[in-house]
């Protein structure tokens, strides 16, 4: 099992930045890719970000240059560190850890609202 807590959303004006944390515990040996994803009301949840367990990144179109997600292994967490935020960044942001084999299997975190006002 692997548990997963996020921190670090909020209110935001447009333009202003924002760094959602997500802490990890339990068997995180077990997970390959660690990732971000966002749920804006009425729309389906999509990839943000994501970060291998070697180091290899992935960016929604959306938001490339503008955030950055990163990995502290001694402390067990994910960041992601959004600039630049435009009001079509809001939405529920979710921390994401993937095990891909022998049985993928997704463990989630419980989300942290971020809303960019225009």
């Known amino acids: 099992q692997v548990q997963l807590v996020e921190s670090g959303g909020g209110l935001v004006q447009a333009g202003g930045s924002l760094r959602l944390s997500c802490a990890t515990s339990g068997n995180i040996n077990a997970i390959n890719v660690m990732g971000w994803y966002r749920q804006a009301p009425g729309r389906q949840r999509e990839l943000v970000a994501a970060i291998s367990s070697g180091g290899n990144t992935n960016y929604a179109d959306s938001v490339k240059g503008r955030f950055t997600i990163s990995r502290d292994n001694a402390k067990n967490t994910v960041y992601l560190q959004m600039n630049s935020l435009k009001p079509e960044d809001t939405a529920v942001y979710y921390c994401?850890?993937?095990?891909?084999?022998?049985?993928?299997?997704?463990?989630w975190g419980q989300g942290t609202q971020v809303t960019v006002s225009s």
């Open positions: 994401n850890a993937a095990r891909l084999f022998p049985i993928p299997h997704d463990y």
